[in-house]
């Protein structure tokens, strides 16, 4: 079963009833192992959660810190990319070479790196002084 095929299953429980457009994020980590999140929308709108990021925290949760591969879903028309938010929080656990596969319900599969979505991202040795 292929990453997205997680990400799909997890779309399945979106809460989003304010914009109607259900996500699902899958990550695999170096060791292995699948974390899935969804998006959970809020009625106080900033509060809500990207697909993404609640699979990040899951991933986080459990103790795993290094992506390996990333998938994204919804029921766009074209693939959807991750928001900026999304592409930094991503790029704290997963370098430049992270393939990110990012489809639509039709099976429409479209690829990009990391490093292609967030090129230059701010990451921890640029926290260095002097
Ligand atoms: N959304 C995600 O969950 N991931 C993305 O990559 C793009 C946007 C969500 C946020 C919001 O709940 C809905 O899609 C509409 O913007």
Same mark, same amino acid.
């Given at each position: 079963m292929s990453l997205i095929d997680d990400a799909a299953r997890v779309r399945?429980?979106?809460?989003? $009833?304010?914009?109607g457009f259900r996500v699902g994020a899958a990550v695999r980590t170096a060791s292995g192992r699948v974390f899935a999140g969804c998006n959970v929308e809020n009625?106080?709108? $900033?509060?809500g959660t990207c697909a993404e990021a609640g699979a990040i925290a899951a991933m986080v949760a459990a103790g795993e810190t290094e992506l390996a591969e990333v998938a994204i879903i919804a029921g766009a028309r074209a693939p959807i990319s991750p928001c900026g938010g999304c592409r930094q929080r991503l790029a704290e656990f997963g370098g430049a070479q992270v393939p990110v596969v990012m489809a639509t319900l039709d099976g429409v599969q479209v690829t990009k790196t990391l490093g292609e979505l967030l090129p230059m991202a701010f990451d921890a040795s640029h926290r260095a002084r002097g």
């Open positions: 399945e429980n979106a809460h989003a $009833p304010y914009s009625a106080a709108s $900033p509060e």
